[in-house]
């Protein structure tokens, strides 16, 4: 187990990704928004200031006359994910491990001979300069003083985003400044069972008896205390956890009124999901549907849903048949549904799973699909698709300013004038 | 079932000058696939970006209006090399010069000086090579 864990966060992800290809976008406040441009997801900190909330919806703040110079942005994932593989490299080439824990942070193994103030300070300006995209280091004996680190550094603009979290003493003080709720792993419910038990600063959680924080928080936030304690309980993980479910589900663009349209839009999110199932080699035994209405436009609230156990597949055709004739009994005239989506259980590897009484083919299954997705690889996704998934889908998700995918896309690469 | 027509349809059989089935190749060891733009302009490495150049101040470069350049934001700008350079909103691509203790973006157009960069002017990256479409 390492010595010393970094923590390496990307400061406003999302924005700075944009920011990376835009300089006219770095003097004004940006703002990313949710699928369907919803609501706020990443915000830059001129946008913090002017008052701009995680979560608020973009129909409802726009109009704001304080808001006006905000830029306002659809989510780009194509080019957040390879940006965050651009940063994770820059890591990679020099820490020995690294563990992407989310598209923006990152934990580091930074037990290495160094000095570490000067050795990070470096590894941000080289993810600044290579990846484009601004961070701050926090690091300590533990991931959970990582973390708490790297919310210190980001806090603290006047430690020039680092902070070093090694030395006990310099714990105990931020211990005796910060709330509880700063910690990774301490959430809301635990917070507020926390401050009943007069329990506010992290250094009074620290405090407390072993076995009585293992007695009303169990053995997780046992952990937290321990780990708080410099006692190392999570090492790096390498590896993502392989998969136990696999969903595609997706908000409307509009509500959804006819059984005509629904049934396209399940058909279509059936598709996505059998092509995912397929690139990791996998077939699913269950599956599961549901769509529903959205209380908070004043509609009445329905949810219809309904799971079945199916015959291991990764077939489109057969995913969608099951999909459509699961929901068709659940859908009910009337409701204006607002969301949808599919979700597939119990993941084998494909092939594995024995047909006693196999009803298809599994062979010709299979070489229908590769022909499928060899043809949608080659002609971008979509080129080649079942009918039942809708033409004009004037339901689908809208990403009305969506900022071009500058390194994904040939079509997209950034244009630079010549002085 | 009649067999595709393109053996790439067949997904892991595809024949790549080995795969024969009667006599048995002679290349078979020697296989190597087609040659990967990827590898050769290193385009995997964190700091290659692929970029597309506008307006003709560059043409006595060689580098015309349409051209994608693939730059490196990894690469120590020195003096000579052209790079793209983001100020005030602006991104230019442009030759750097160093005189008198500062740089400076040159401008390949007769009637224009050179633009010296301010503190707030990023180097983003330095040009590393060129691919043309349509010679």
């Known amino acids: ?419 | 079932m009649t067999p595709p027509r393109h053996p790439d349809l067949t997904g892991d059989g595809a024949y790549r000058g080995a795969e024969t089935t009667g006599f048995v190749s002679p290349a078979s060891d020697h296989i190597e696939g087609p040659i990967d733009l990827t590898d050769v302009l290193d385009l995997r490495r964190p700091g290659r970006y692929p970029v597309k150049v506008l307006g003709e101040g560059l043409t006595h470069r060689g580098i015309l209006p349409g051209d994608v350049l693939v730059v490196d934001a990894a690469a120590e700008p020195h003096a000579g090399v052209v790079a793209i350079v983001m100020i005030g909103g602006d991104v230019l691509l442009g030759q750097l010069i160093w005189r008198g203790g500062r740089w400076f973006l040159r401008s390949g157009r007769p009637d224009r000086l050179p633009l010296a960069l301010t503190e707030d002017a990023e180097v983003w990256a330095v040009v590393m090579s060129l691919v043309r479409e349509r010679v």
């Open chain 1, 1 to 419: 187990m390492p010595a010393v864990y970094g923590l390496i966060d990307g400061n406003s992800f999302y924005c700075s990704a944009e920011r990376a290809f835009a300089p006219a976008l770095r003097s004004q406040p940006v703002v990313v928004l949710s699928n369907n441009d919803g609501c706020a997801i990443a915000r830059t900190p001129e946008a913090k200031a002017l008052g701009v909330k995680m979560g608020d919806p973009f129909h409802l703040v726009r109009g704001r006359r304080e808001l006006r110079g905000v830029q306002w942005l659809s989510s780009n994932y194509s080019l957040y994910g390879d940006m965050s593989r651009r940063v994770y490299q820059v890591l990679a080439d020099r820490v020995p491990r690294v563990e992407p824990y989310s598209i923006d942070e990152m934990f580091l193994d930074l037990d290495i001979p160094v000095d570490l103030a000067v050795f990070c300070a470096e590894l941000r300006r080289e993810v600044r300069q290579v990846a484009k995209i601004p961070t701050c280091v926090g690091w300590g004996p533990t991931k959970t003083l990582a973390k708490l680190a790297n919310g210190i550094a980001k806090d603290h603009a006047e430690l020039g985003g680092l902070c070093d979290l090694r030395d006990p003493e310099v714990r105990a003080d931020w211990f005796r400044r910060l709330p509880v709720d700063e910690v990774w792993g301490i959430g809301r419910r635990t917070t507020e069972k926390l401050k009943a038990g007069g329990v506010e600063t992290i250094a009074d959680f620290v405090a407390l008896d072993l076995r009585a924080v293992r007695d009303s928080l169990t053995v997780v936030g046992a952990r937290v205390q321990m780990e708080l304690k410099g006692v190392s309980c999570l090492p790096l993980q390498l590896m993502a956890a392989t998969r136990q479910g696999l969903a595609c589900t997706r908000a409307f663009s509009r509500p959804v009124t006819t059984w005509e349209e629904m049934r396209e839009a399940v058909a279509a999110y059936a598709a996505r999901a059998g092509e995912k199932l397929r690139e990791e080699g996998l077939e699913a035994c269950q599956l599961a549907v549901f769509a529903h209405t959205n209380p908070h436009n004043g509609d009445p609230w329905h949810s219809a849903n309904r799971s079945a156990r199916i015959e291991p597949t990764s077939d489109t055709r057969t995913l969608i048949v099951e999909a459509v004739r699961l929901l068709e009994p659940a859908w009910r005239p009337g409701y204006r549904y607002a969301k949808a989506g599919i979700m597939l259980n119990d993941l084998v590897p494909a092939g594995e799973q024995a047909r006693l009484f196999a009803t298809r083919n599994p062979q010709a299954s299979a070489k229908t699909m590769a022909v499928m997705d060899t043809i949608n690889a080659q002609h971008g996704r979509g080129a080649l698709r079942i009918a039942s998934t809708g033409i004009a889908r004037s339901w689908a998700t809208k990403a009305q300013r969506l900022s071009p995918r500058y390194t994904t896309r040939w079509e997209d690469i950034l244009q630079v004038d010549t002085y």
